[in-house]
Nanobody, 128 residues
Framework: QVQLEESGGGLVQSGGSLRLSCTGS????????IGWFRQAPGKEREGVSC????????YYTDSVKGRFTISRDNARSTVYLQMNSLKPEDTALYFC?????????????????????WGQGTQVTVSS
């Protein structure tokens, strides 16, 4: 069974930090690009940050560059998203998704229907 699960969301004040985790099972994790996406009320789904299969490359949407860092630990089948200097506009449901052998940039532009799998999401709320 292909499965992804997110964790690490919560409520944080503006300027604070959170670390999200995405853990996968049921597929050859090392060969898949992993992406973090977010959905907020009244907003379109946005590819926040993505990482390719090993050797990994990364992509960040402009609004999070310099604040967020994506990394992967293949031994644990986990991708992390370290979020620093959080802003109220970062408030959203964050979910991760996987796709076989694609670049980081292409992963963040992938439609939901093309994901191998995606998780149910973890809520991030940033207060002003």
């Amino acid at each position: 069974q292909v499965q992804l699960e997110e964790s690490g969301g919560g409520l944080v004040q503006s300027g604070g930090s959170l670390r999200l985790s995405c853990t996968g099972s049921g597929f050859a994790w090392n060969y898949y690009a992993i992406g973090w996406f977010r959905q907020a009320p009244g907003k379109e789904r946005e590819g926040v940050s993505c990482i390719s299969h090993s050797p990994s490359t990364t992509y960040y949407t402009d609004s999070v560059k310099g604040r967020f860092t994506i990394s992967r630990d293949n031994a644990r089948s986990t991708v992390y998203l370290q979020m620093n200097s959080l802003k109220p506009e970062d408030t959203a449901l964050y979910f991760c998704a996987a796709k076989f052998r694609t670049t980081a940039q292409a992963m963040c532009a992938t439609s939901r229907s093309d994901f191998t799998s995606w998780g149910q999401g973890t809520q991030v709320t940033v207060s002003s």
